[in-house]
């Protein structure tokens, strides 16, 4: 699997085509370490724990272990236009807004189920929001493709999870496959 194929893979399961992506098709410098100056400290452990609710630990590494937040706050700050950007920030005020006023918490202090609930809750309004040509999409958008972005280009997803050639061989389309075996990184 290579970037674009992992980048179809991500449109097809958000149904909008990755936001930022003409400059995500470019090599990204690291984000290990990154300090963002739009985002602070809550809102990256906001983003780390939308993420971590998204794809969880399980056998294998959760988005907290991949560290995906600040690579999701770089590639809003280089990557996102002005109006893209303020979307993503507004939607981050209505996110924190909409857990007060519905339970009275943090998104930190929700139960898990309520972390899932409400993210499907979103994502089902999202898929509803009015797609304009030039508009920036819903917020909740942006975050499930950074989150499947972030977490699928990881190095401890292409090392631990998938199986990594960095230096490709011979183009094989016979391969054979074997059932349970992982998938290859890109």
Request: hydrophobic share 40%; with cysteine; aromatic share 10%.
């Amino acid at each position: 699997m290579n970037r674009r194929e992992l980048l179809q893979m991500i449109m097809s399961a958000t149904g909008y085509a990755m936001i930022g992506s003409p400059v995500l098709l470019t090599a990204c410098a690291s984000s290990a370490g990154y300090r963002s100056t739009a985002f602070s400290e809550d809102d990256q452990a906001l983003l780390a724990g939308i993420a971590e609710t998204i794809i969880p630990r399980t056998s294998t590494p959760g988005a907290r272990d991949a560290d995906v937040a600040p690579f999701m706050c770089k590639i809003v700050d280089d990557c996102y236009s002005d109006a893209q950007q303020a979307v993503f920030h507004e939607g981050l005020t209505a996110f924190r807004e909409q857990c007060q006023v519905r339970f009275g918490l943090d998104f930190a202090e929700l139960s898990d189920e309520q972390r899932t609930g409400l993210l499907i809750e979103l994502d089902q309004a999202a898929r509803g929001y009015p797609r304009s040509p030039g508009a920036p999409a819903h917020y909740m958008i942006m975050i499930k493709q950074l989150t499947l972005f972030a977490y699928f280009t990881s190095e401890i997803v292409q090392t631990q999870v998938l199986r990594l050639v960095p230096v490709p061989g011979r183009y094989d389309g016979c391969y054979p496959y074997q059932e349970g075996e992982t998938a290859w990184a890109i």
